[in-house]
């Protein structure tokens, strides 16, 4: 899978999170008034929203690596995480919206055109920050945490931007809000792929096999690549490969390859390593699977 | 006592009430800070009598507080939660000294014409406002400067610091014959919508000579920014009474406007008939222990939905009610619900499950069921296919174009040139170079392939494949 078809998927998964996250936020919202308090109120909302959205991201890495278990599993965590995440974003994102609401644009006149929509596209960008972050906690890396913040806040503004005008200027229409979360999704997963782009420390692609033509995007300081499913480059049904062969490291600005265990041999152009520093058009061998290491 | 004597006696007190001055109340600041984590809304609320002094012991029994979230519709909150007096607040008070420039403040303060400058109204005006600026000890407050006419003009903008303002006097001159009437109310309206941008406590003090006397109604000839429009008095009170603006109004002379004086106590203020620079210095004062002398009421906000939350203050005293309506931000994340729920919502929600069920099903990896060479990256030109599949027993790849695989527009193509052989005996393939190329970044002039193999010929990278291992 290609680089591309990689952001496509993020980007669907993101639309397709924004379509499910919507009814059950309205059917929340409708019975806004039975709870206690903004606070159980935004917990509540917080959290469904965040589960529906971790699930979708959190099986992206499952479905790009074609390792079904892992959609399963990633989904379960993501839509935990999501949960915890969705919680504790709405939580500050909403006390964002009502500090900006009350505190910049306390004038009634600009208020609905310029106050709200700002103070909204900033409580949604918090929101977006703990969403985005719901991969980066799953898969435990402080780099796809760090591009999920990023990611998440930037899509997260227009987002709220979207809701907000659309509201505005089609007050009839109901679907103002999916529209803001299909925005949202399909921005959260835009900017996510894009800044993991951005701080990737390139692309390995299969050259061959069952796999060939995939692209793992190395973008966390530590990737395993074995035959396990549980691995982030995983190489099941390639011959002589072990469940854990070898393994990825960033050490500054250099990119490591190493075996994972001295029975594992791994070739780099054709010379057997024992630690390598990759550069980019380096061929490595693990197996029967041939990898090339490129920058995108 | 008799009926008949209660009767005269209940007459007379009917017709007494409506002469009985009514308080006033208002609220000088909403803070909602606490609405997220404790449901506490706080309200600053000011009572004061018809003359704008404080009304002391006050108790919570007085008050009753609604919430509405269209503004008409309003329902009275559980309980009040806490009622404190004296809330001393800390903040600063931002001012804006709104004065009269209209013709008249050139006359002396007995109304007679004069071209004495220091007998002039505005002269004294002026000395007065410098002598407010002085009297101001709190270096949290702020000042702005405006002043108006026919038209109303910003000098210091609304929370600037004190010292631009008095050396900003001096902009304030002289008005023409046509700048010379008194749009008093469209600048009290103008001045808090300035001010309505602003955060915390919020005072309009006018200092006016005269009545609101429109440019349109005297000459019926169109304002340049007003056009037609006559303002009523009630439309910086609306204004000022929805931002929490308080405005204090300092008469300058013998006239003085009809509702001044309502404009002043509506909106929490006072009017003061000050003369001299002495007394205006004292209105800082008495606007200040204004503020100290505020009730702090606490109540449990409504959870009804609403992007900004009505709440009404109904205060009584002496069978006497009176009420104030200000707003505070309530708007969620997600904003209003829909008007109704509708059984329809499932269906995109199923749509996204299926959708991602299928993406899930989604291979878009390609096995390889023959030999091919795949053109992974070109230094130059353009390759004539991506993808090549290996069918004759000798495949070249150059920069001509009768090779199989034509590499074209690429200089270092043309003098090298690779050949893929194939084997049947062994069922292998070879690659063999007319000159130096490279298999997996290794030099060579003729290597057996394997699946995965990336050659080199002449800065195009290509990668052999075969039917997958197993």
Redesign the interface.
């Known amino acids: ?2 680089t591309l ?1 990689r952001r496509l ?1 993020i980007c ?2 993101g639309v ?2 924004g ?2 996250a ?6 929340i ?2 019975y ?8 159980i ?2 917990i509540v ?1 917080g959290a469904a929203f965040g589960f529906i959205l971790g699930a ?1 991201f959190g ?1 992206f890495a ?2 790009t690596s ?1 390792v ?1 278990p892992r ?1 399963g599993s990633g989904a379960i965590t993501g839509a935990l995480v999501g949960l915890v995440g969705g919680a504790a974003g ?2 500050i ?3 964002v ?3 900006a ?3 910049l ?8 055109r310029i106050g ?1 929509p700002v ?2 596209a900033i ?2 960008g918090f ?1 977006g920050i703990f969403v985005g972050m719901t991969e980066g906690i799953r898969a435990g890396s402080l780099k796809k945490i760090q591009v999920g913040i990023l990611g998440g806040f930037i899509g997260g503004i227009p987002g ?1 931007f979207a ?2 005008y659309s ?1 505005l200027l089609f007050p009839e229409i ?1 679907y103002a ?2 529209a803001g979360f299909i925005i949202l999704g399909l921005l959260i997963g835009f900017f996510y792929s894009l800044v993991e782009k951005r701080l990737a420390y390139g692309v390995l ?10 692209e793992f995007l190395i973008a966390q300081k530590k990737l395993k690549i074995g035959k396990s499913a549980k691995n982030e480059i995983s190489l099941a ?3 002589d490969v072990a469940d854990v062969h070898a393994v990825l490291l960033i050490k500054g600005h250099d990119l490591l390859l190493k075996p994972a265990g001295p029975k594992f041999p791994v070739l780099v ?2 010379d057997k390593i024992t630690e390598h520093p990759l550069k980019y ?3 490595i ?1 693990i197996g ?3 990898l ?1 290491y ?1 920058l995108e | 006592m008799s009926l008949r004597k209660i009767l005269p006696l209940l007459s007379g007190l009917i017709l007494l009430t409506p002469l009985i001055p009514a308080d006033n109340i208002s609220i000088s600041q909403i803070d ?2 606490s ?5 506490a809304i706080k309200l600053y609320l000011s009572v004061t009598d018809s003359r704008g002094s404080p009304i002391e012991g006050l108790t919570a029994e007085m008050f009753r507080v609604f919430e509405s979230a269209d503004g008409l519709n309003f329902k009275e909150v559980p309980g009040i939660e806490g009622f404190k007096t004296g809330a001393n607040i800390a903040a600063g008070i931002n001012f804006l000294l709104l004065l009269d420039n209209s013709g008249s403040m050139y006359d002396t303060i007995g109304g007679k014409p004069t071209s004495v400058q220091k007998d002039m109204r505005i002269t004294h005006a002026r000395q007065a406002t410098l002598s407010f600026v002085d009297s101001i000890t709190n270096p949290r407050d702020s000042l702005g400067l405006a002043s108006f006419n026919t038209n109303y003009s910003i000098h210091t903008p609304p929370g600037s610091k004190l010292a631009k303002t008095a050396l900003l006097l001096d902009e304030i001159v002289k008005p023409t014959k046509e700048e010379a009437y008194t749009e008093l109310y469209a600048s009290l309206l103008l001045a808090a ?1 300035q001010m ?4 915390g406590r919020r005072v309009i003090i006018v200092l006016s000579d005269g009545e609101n006397f429109p440019y349109f109604l005297h000459t019926q000839r169109e304002h340049k920014n007003f056009k037609e429009r006559i303002f009523q008095h009630t439309e910086p009170i609306e ?1 000022c009474q ?2 929490g603006i308080s405005v204090f109004a300092v008469n300058f002379g013998r006239e003085k406007d009809r509702y001044l004086e309502t404009i002043a106590l509506e909106t929490g203020g006072t009017v003061f008939d000050a003369s001299n620079e002495e007394q205006l210095s004292e209105v800082y004062q008495r606007i200040r222990n204004r503020i100290l002398t505020e009730h702090l009421l606490t109540y449990r ?5 609403a ?2 939350q009505y709440v009404k203050v109904e205060y009584s005293r002496d069978n006497k009610k009176e009420s104030v309506t200000r ?3 309530s ?9 109704s ?1 509708s059984f329809l ?2 269906i ?2 199923l ?3 299926v ?2 069920w299928l ?2 099903k ?7 069921r023959r030999p091919t060479l795949e053109v ?2 070109v230094e130059q030109g353009s390759p004539s296919t991506k993808l090549f599949n290996i069918r004759s027993k000798k495949t070249v790849i150059s920069g001509s174009e009768e090779a199989d695989l034509t590499i074209a527009g690429a200089p270092k193509m043309k003098e090298n040139r690779a050949t893929v052989i194939f084997d049947k005996k062994s069922k292998s393939y070879t690659v063999v170079g007319e000159r130096e190329i490279t298999v ?3 030099s060579v002039k003729t290597r057996k392939l ?5 050659i080199n010929v002449g800065g195009t ?1 290509i ?1 052999f ?2 039917k ?3």
């Open positions: 899978m290609s078809a998927i669907c998964l397709l999170a379509i499910a919507w009814p059950v936020a309205e059917v919202l409708m806004q008034r039975i709870f206690p308090s903004y606070l109120f935004s909302l979708f099986s499952g479905i074609s079904k959609i709405f939580f994102g909403q006390g919206l009502f500090l609401g009350e505190l644009f306390s004038s009634y006149k600009s208020f609905n709200l103070a909204r409580g949604w929101l709220g809701l907000e509201r109901i809000r999916l692609r299969v050259l061959n096999g069952c796999f060939k033509g995939k049904d390639y011959a152009n054709e058009e380096d061929v061998k029967s699977a041939r090339y490129k | 909602s800070s609405l997220l984590t404790s449901q919508e309505s941008g602003i955060k204004l929805k931002e906000a409504t959870m009804d939905p992007d900004i707003f505070y931000f708007s969620t994340i997600f904003g209003l619900p829909l008007e729920l919502l499932v995109p929600f749509i996204a499950l959708l991602w993406l899930t989604l291979r878009l990896e390609k096995i390889a992974l990256h997996n970044n290794k394997e699946p995965g193999d990336v990278t990668v494949d075969d997958p291992p197993r």
